[in-house]
């Protein structure tokens, strides 16, 4: 071991422990759960071990250490206690994917065919540059670069949206696009539906002044698409309306999530409990995961890497 990657491994561990991270559940009440579109009783210990199954079947993606290659244009190999945003970000479009490709009822199940899918998902976001891994930490930096923003640096929630609908509109896995709310003007079901019915991997989303023929324009198929909502509820601290706002919008089959948190502490934000908020927490690092060259072949005890079993509430 070099000396670097030993300072590197005595950082991660140091951090951890003072973070003072645990793999155990903060207490869940027996209350009902709202869960990425799914509602659980949470009445009987079968019901809660369905919801447990849900939770620690959705990709995890928490700090990592030892990059194999430096991030883009520095000589970062790792990006413990600055990358918790972009993390967070990655599940919620990983979250997307498994929706798209595999359904909402998917759950990982190592004897099932689906673990293939499983293993390829999970190598789109492999902490390398390249094809392989459209949505990586390196690849996204690499976008970033044209924005004058480099690793390390603080990051604004309309920055990494804009990165990542580049990163997806350029992979298109099973044509899935992607827009941010913003660059549709008001967003409105016709101004979502151009962007659905968009063939063309443009930057700016379309517009109805834009297309010469509308009609025609609309009878294109319908792609599956993200959207993405960059805003604010509340100055320091979630109102109350912006609470039922979410709830409601947690109870939509299609919803995928929220990015939320505290000023530097980012967080995804997946269901709700009473007046609580389940997430999912980046904050704890981890060793890089070298993927060998047919996803398939990844280790079990790699993959592991990539969920979680702590349910923990905001």
């Known amino acids: 071991m070099s000396l670097s990657n ?33 509602y659980y009783d949470n009445e009987s210990d079968k019901n809660w071990a369905i919801f447990q199954h849900d939770f620690s079947s959705q990709f995890w993606f928490s700090y990592r250490t030892h990059y194999q290659e430096p991030l ?112 549709m003007g008001v967003v409105s079901r016709k101004s979502v539906e151009l962007m659905a019915r968009s063939q063309l991997m443009t930057i700016k989303s379309p517009r109805a002044s834009d297309i010469d023929d509308l009609e025609g324009y609309m009878q294109r198929e319908w792609r599956p698409t993200i959207l993405m909502i960059p805003v604010r509820l509340g100055l320091n601290e979630l109102t109350e309306n912006g609470f039922k706002q979410l709830r409601q919008l947690f109870q939509m089959e299609q919803c995928i999530g929220f990015i939320g948190g505290k000023p530097g502490l980012s967080t995804y934000l997946c269901g709700i409990q009473d007046e609580s908020f389940l997430y999912y927490d980046p904050h704890y690092a981890q060793r890089s995961v070298v993927f060998p060259k047919d996803s398939k072949d990844l280790p079990l005890e790699d993959a592991k890497t990539f969920h979680v079993e702590r349910i923990a509430t905001l």
């Not at 140091?14 to 869940?28: A, D, G, L």
């Not at 949206?161 to 992607?178: A, G």
Request: with cysteine.
């Open 6 to 38: 030993y300072f590197e491994s005595i950082r991660s561990v140091v951090y951890n422990i003072s973070k003072s991270y645990t793999r155990e559940s903060t207490t869940i009440t027996d209350s009902p759960i709202l869960f990425l579109g799914r």
């Open 72 to 183: 883009p244009w520095s000589n970062f190999t790792s990006d413990t206690t600055w990358g918790c945003l972009l993390r967070t970000s990655q599940m919620m479009i990983a979250h997307a994917l498994v929706r798209q490709i595999l359904g909402r009822d998917w759950r990982w199940d190592l004897d099932h065919p689906s673990n293939l899918w499983h293993n390829t998902i999970v190598s789109w976001f492999a902490d390398r540059p390249g094809s392989l891994s459209p949505y990586s930490i390196h690849n996204f930096y690499k976008l970033a670069a044209s924005l004058n923003v480099k690793p390390g640096e603080w990051l604004t929630s309309d920055t990494v949206c804009n990165i990542l609908k580049l990163l997806v509109r350029s992979h298109s896995p099973l044509n899935l696009t992607m827009t941010v709310a913003g660059e």
